[in-house]
């Protein structure tokens, strides 16, 4: 898997919106860009995840450059229960169903009230 | 619809004891993958198994760890001889191995081994 680079850390106020950047100038025309995060003592949970065109769920927007090198996941409002670790991570589709998900540092998101 | 499971939440161990961690996949998942977490560091991939096969061990130190994912019950990771540098959060994940393009991995809530 490629690598990425983010901020270590960010802040942000509860209810405003929240862009959390990711740099992957090496991705391969068959990597998605895939978002985890991490919530204080707890598991991993998928977030949102994209290939070219940018993405929207329940929890978030995924924002993807048209060279592809860079991303950008979008909180729209964030909460307090949105402070966590996130990761941005590279998946190839040509990986089999069970590559593992290789995980960086991530960026702390801090949310103040 | 019951997520990932993984039992004890908490474990302690004495130096040289063995360390049994349980994970039970969501339903009707068949892979499942151990993650470690050692304190202040990101998480690393262990192992990644499918029913009764072992299909990446890569991150797996080379003594004292084994994992297994019989046909039947649910996937082991077992430390022999745990030493104080085991201490860490051990989390399972699992999916159902479609060979999806989203291929998301859903996690349990970890296992948090200290050795005393």
């Known amino acids: 898997d490629a690598k990425t680079t983010q901020p270590n850390s960010m802040e942000s106020n509860e209810e405003e919106p929240v862009h959390l950047p990711c740099n992957h100038s090496?991705?391969?025309?068959?990597?998605?860009i895939h978002w985890y995060r991490q919530l204080p003592s707890q598991g991993p949970e998928y977030v949102i995840h994209?290939?070219?065109s940018n993405v929207n769920n329940r929890m978030a927007s995924l924002a993807i450059a048209e060279d592809r090198k860079s991303s950008t996941l979008i909180l729209h409002r964030a909460t307090l229960r949105d402070a966590a670790v996130y990761y941005c991570?590279?998946?190839?589709?040509?990986?089999?169903?069970?590559?593992?998900?290789?995980f960086g540092k991530g960026t702390t998101l801090s949310v103040s009230s | 619809n019951a997520g990932v499971m993984q039992n004890p939440r908490h474990l302690v161990r004495r130096r040289g004891q063995e360390a049994r961690l349980r994970c039970s996949p969501m339903?009707?998942?068949?892979?499942v993958y151990w993650y470690r977490q050692l304190p202040e560091e990101g998480l690393k991939f262990m192992v990644y198994?499918?029913?009764?096969?072992?299909?990446?061990e890569s991150g797996m130190p080379k003594e004292r760890f084994s994992a297994e994912f019989p046909k039947e019950g649910p996937s082991i990771l077992r430390i022999q001889q745990v030493v104080r540098g085991d201490s860490a959060a051990y989390f399972c994940?699992?999916?159902?191995?479609?060979?999806?393009?989203?291929?998301?991995?859903?996690f349990g809530p970890g296992t948090r081994l200290t050795v005393l």
């Open positions: 994209g290939l070219t």
């Open positions: 994940a699992s999916s159902p191995g479609l060979a999806g393009v989203r291929n998301e991995q859903f």
């Open positions: 090496t991705i391969s025309g068959t990597d998605y």
């Open positions: 339903k009707g998942h068949s892979h």
């Open positions: 991570i590279l998946r190839g589709t040509l990986n089999q169903a069970g590559t593992a998900l290789i």
């Open positions: 198994l499918q029913k009764e096969n072992i299909i990446d």
